[in-house]
């Protein structure tokens, strides 16, 4: 079975720009989340979706955002990118979410760098 | 809110040592407990897990116990191998909530 896969793996833009992030999940898996990894700050929550509605959401701007499509795949947009933006940004899917026994499973990630 | 508390490291064992990654957990309920493994230049990677107390969760030679008593779920391995150094990061579940991850610990493992 396929994992979990992220595209672009590496990219690189500039302040002020947006950015799109794809995430395609485990098949079927329905409950896709994303994750912003720094060094400075760890791993850090940014949201889930479900279903294509978006379940829970971590304390980030409302320069990330996000969506799922009727497939499961899911897009993460940054929009007026800031330095502190470069980050790895993670996509992990899991069947349903919502429960505590439920495994999540981590793409590789995609690697954002603003210059 | 809920959050995961673990050693920070970095750590740096000879192979063949004993390896001891603490953890300890808040939380209200019964969250489900994991541990996952980063290599460089990768995605995370789940090592093991448990669900209710008392479970232990173990895979490639790692293990660790739920103890709710403690609040804990160290991580250990009799015998450490170079292939072993990643960043290892203990995370909780409660219900869906949210998963919160702790701060990662560095392992480096030296022939």
């Known amino acids: 079975k396929a994992g979990v896969t992220q595209t672009p793996r590496y990219l690189i833009k500039t302040r002020g720009q947006q950015v799109t992030l794809s995430c395609s999940p485990i098949?079927?898996?329905?409950?896709v989340s994303w994750y912003q990894q720094t060094p400075g700050q760890g791993l850090q929550f940014l949201f889930e979706?479900?279903?294509?509605?978006?379940?829970n959401k971590g304390n980030f701007p409302g320069r990330f955002s996000g969506r799922q499509f009727s497939n499961s795949r899911s897009e993460m947009n940054v929009s007026t990118l800031e330095l502190g933006d470069s980050a790895l940004y993670l996509c992990?899917?899991?069947?349903?979410?919502?429960?505590?026994?439920?495994?999540?499973?981590f793409g590789p990630g995609t690697r954002l760098t603003v210059l | 809110g809920d959050s995961v508390t673990q050693m920070e490291g970095p750590v740096t064992l000879s192979e063949e040592a004993f390896l001891t990654i603490n953890c300890t957990y808040t939380?209200?309920?019964?969250?489900?407990l994991f541990w996952y493994v980063q290599y460089p230049g990768e995605g995370l990677q789940l090592l093991l897990k448990?669900?209710?107390?008392?479970d232990k969760g173990s895979n490639k030679g790692f293990e660790a116990t739920y103890r709710k008593e403690t609040t804990s779920f160290h991580l250990e391995k009799g015998s450490v191998q170079v292939s072993d150094s990643a960043v290892y990061f203990c995370?909780?579940?409660?219900?869906?909530?949210?998963?919160?991850f702790g701060p990662g610990t560095r392992l480096s493992v030296l022939p």
């Open positions: 995370a909780l579940d409660n219900y869906g909530q949210n998963f919160v």
């Open positions: 098949s079927g898996h329905r409950s």
């Open positions: 992990a899917s899991s069947w349903v979410g919502g429960r505590s026994t439920d495994t999540q499973y």
């Open positions: 979706y479900f279903s294509e509605t978006q379940r």
């Open positions: 448990a669900t209710k107390a008392d």
């Open positions: 939380a209200t309920g019964y969250p489900s």
